[in-house]
């Protein structure tokens, strides 16, 4: 396994992370050389990395990796190899495992017992001082290196399981001292891609805003009862991090929970997830057919905003974040034209009084579909390391420095404030944990906390009528301009955004956007308008200027291009079907890249469009490769409104495009058209401009199916 490390020079940021934190830094890309089939989060690997191969020495940490591999080959339990590894304990009386730890209270025995997920054994006895000293093995377990040992006796009220020695996988000391010291010696932007690689990432591949909005995903784990919402396409890494990143958050699967569990139970008093855990999360929780209980809505909605819980007559305080992830079905146009950004989640919390509890909206459609040469292999903390200071960060509130710099507007109600300071506040401690900053360093962070309040206020004047709207607005204290804040899908959409909307009103009574001065709303509107309107008409006019008819093209020429040969004849389709047993190989992929350009331009973008490719599979060693850039392709098109999907079909011989509106096109050569070139030359204007290639001799034939 060690052999799979690759040798790599450190650059700059490397050399000062591993310099200023030694000890608490690795090179991420050892997790997946690590993982093998060993199905534990990244916490509990790098926790063990931390100990054997936290350095920068090639040999030294192929030892390390080695020493890791060899504890996870020898004592992380398999389920399916459960009863071999119970063997292994009987016969050597004792033995190391790593596993799951979960532990309930026998009240007829009056005894803790512990269950072991893989292993599969329960109703081992376990010292109460274990349990006073980790009691999230009380709730929903936790990640342990433990020494079980083996004594049988005829007693049937005992179990010959012992605990012998039980230690939770995570860090136990508190380092912001020094964490707090070293951050001055890193640059903002420097500091942000240590966060970044940090979290497994390369930096270089996202943009600013991306790294923003990935950081934001963090601010659950670093703010107290911070509510968090996020919805986009799938395969974005929505959950990953709440899975993966802190053994303080826990992440529940399938979006469906019980009162018991997650707040108390009232028939044993005992308390549930919010009690224990820094952060819940729900993934997959987004779905119109799920259920959820009207008690658990109200008790949600009671916690999110008074921070507390009810076990019979006593309230209790929690300080859980909740965050909510799930999976949207249709593109941000289909949702602002038919219904709202919140339109995916279960009608239960569908409600105006459960959504304005919510402090943020990460706009999920603007990430990335997670490929594999987005992974660094950089370094960056551990990341236990760094979950244990940002769960110590907790106490620290620098949502009064908000306060200090900026004045926000007045029409903003109390939760929409709350929920500003607290984005900022945690932005403010992931990005400046000392506390020091400029008002130009600050604006940003703020910034960023207004626009995703304002896309959850935005979305509930919309759900609910009688929500006042209100100006996203802020100024610099002690005078200056007034800034307006707002969201990109208002920049880009702005006809449907605002579609049977009333206009926020400003402090002096003023009608405002949010996204410019008064005088230049109506105009701008108008001319979106007018553009949408230009944009369907002259997509009504090419419908209507496709001919049956054949078009053969020579050898050599220049000229042609996927829109001048298509774009009459997918004018206004909503369904397209390529059929094309030779979409195998990257060039022939790409091909199909550049007809969804051609279908993008030439489509209504208030409606989705379905485009299924048919292909055969390619061979053997091109066939993974093959998939994945379909895949990849499907999630590039998908937040342009284009689902593409694709099957294989080793028996297809013809080439076709059919169409929803009736045509099909006989493509001769289908869409590999053009003679090669190279595609690897980025300033080769061929490669972005279709009509300076040569192509090869090809027919189509434009017949309308009856």
Partial sequence: MTNDIEPRELDELDRTITERFPGVTVRKDLVSNLRGNALVPTYVLEFLLSRYATTTDEQTMRSGVERVSQILEEHYVHREEANLVQSKIREKGHYRVIDRVQVSLNEKLDRYEASFSNLQISQVVVDPAVVKANEKLLVSGIWCMCDIGYQYTNDKDEVPWQLRKLQPVQMSRDDRAHYLEERPHFSTEEWIDLLMQSIGFNPALFSDRAKLLHLVRMVPFVERNYNLVELGPKGTGKSHIYSEFSPHGVLISGGEISVAKLFVNNATGHIGLVGYWDLVAFDEFAGKSKKAGKDLVDIMKNYMANKTFSRGGEMLPGEASMVFVGNTSHTVPYMLKNSDLFEELPPQYHDPAFLDRVHYYIPGWEFEQIRSEMFTHGYGFVVDYLAEILHNMRDVDYGPLLDEHFELSSTLSTRDKDGIRKTFSGLMKLIYPTGEATEDQMEPLLRCAIEGRKRVKDQLCRIDSAMTPVEFTYKRRGGGQVNAVHTLEENDYPELYFRGQKQPQSDEGTQMSSTASPKAVKPAMDKANDTENSQLSR???????????????????????????????????????????????????????????????????????????STGKADPQYQQDQIEQLNQLAGIFQPYGINFTYEFDDNLHDRFIITDTGWELNLGRGLDIYQRFNTKDGLDPQVRVQSLRRTKAFTIHYDKRQ
């Fill in 539 to 613: 997509i009504q006019r090419l419908a209507n200027s496709a001919k049956v008819g054949r078009r053969k093209i020579e050898e050599n020429y220049r000229g042609v291009t996927y829109d001048g040969l298509f774009a009459p004849y997918i004018a206004g389709t909503t369904e397209i079907q390529i059929i094309d047993s030779y979409i195998r190989r990257t060039y022939q992929i790409r091909n199909v890249a550049e007809f969804l350009e051609t279908v993008y331009k030439f489509t209504d973008h208030e409606q989705e469009i379905q485009v299924h490719l």
